[in-house]
């Protein structure tokens, strides 16, 4: 079973701190992902990484970076928390084309448990 | 990437087949249908994908008409587990590695 694991469930910080979420997975995908979830906006894309090294802006990248200097781990850092950060972030990783199994399609991402960050 | 829509929330019966249906009008011809399910305080999980006519898994039945301008994911028999939220996705999956997720469904099932 694939298993993508995040650093914490939940966690609390202050204005203005730098957060690191980070996010490991087991099976040696290539892709991997962060995104926000928020009440009616369903879940949005922050960044992603298709190698190591490798990183392109997903759909809300404002306010945040991210790292992936090791192909199974991708950290998703705030530089200065603001409030408005204070939401579900979910970690997933996927296949890719080289890493694509028989009768499977590479883009099927499987997600973490989520982190509930709040910034007070 | 086709835009999706679905209903928002929808109710059932412990033991009643759900059929939740997606409207995608401008789907491509490389696109295919793929539908995730969020439990509460999990991250999504892929539970089928199509491209026509009709789609069996343990989980659900994925049924897609010609046009495939719509198609409708089918629970049968569903439980109280099966409250969730539901996801439709339509994107080539072969040529991109990115999932634009909608607000997906609500289902509720009730004892």
């Known amino acids: 079973d694939v298993k993508v694991t995040q650093s914490s469930r939940y966690l609390v910080k202050r204005t203005g701190e730098k957060v690191f979420l980070e996010c490991v997975q087991d099976?040696?995908?290539?892709?991997m992902f962060w995104y926000r979830q928020d009440p009616g906006l369903g879940l949005r894309l922050i960044y992603f990484?298709?190698?190591?090294?490798?990183?392109e802006k997903g759909d809300i990248p404002e306010g945040y970076s991210v790292s992936r200097e090791k192909k199974e781990r991708f950290s998703l850092i705030l530089e200065s928390a603001s409030t408005n950060q204070t939401s579900m972030y979910l970690c997933?990783?996927?296949?890719?084309?080289?890493?694509?199994?028989?009768?499977?399609?590479?883009?099927?991402?499987?997600f973490g448990p989520g982190t509930r960050l709040t910034v007070l | 990437l086709a835009k999706t829509t679905q209903p928002i929330s929808m109710d059932s019966y412990e033991g009643q087949e759900v059929n939740i249906t997606c409207s995608h009008n401008?789907?491509?011809?490389?696109?295919?249908i793929t539908w995730y399910q969020q439990f509460p305080s999990q991250g999504p999980r892929f539970i089928i994908q199509?491209?026509?006519t009709k789609v069996t898994n343990e989980v659900a039945s994925l049924f897609i008409p010609a046009d495939r301008k719509s198609s409708t994911l089918s629970l049968p028999r569903v439980s109280l587990s099966d409250t969730a939220v539901y996801y439709c996705?339509?994107?080539?999956?072969?040529?991109?590695?990115?999932?634009?997720f909608g607000t997906g469904t609500r289902l509720q099932v009730f004892p």
């Open positions: 997933a990783s996927s296949p890719g084309p080289r890493g694509q199994l028989a009768g499977s399609s590479y883009n099927e991402q499987f």
């Open positions: 099976m040696d995908h290539e892709n």
């Open positions: 990484s298709y190698d190591v090294k490798m990183k």
């Open positions: 401008n789907i491509a011809t490389n696109d295919y």
């Open positions: 199509g491209y026509k």
């Open positions: 996705l339509v994107g080539d999956p072969y040529n991109t590695d990115k999932l634009i």
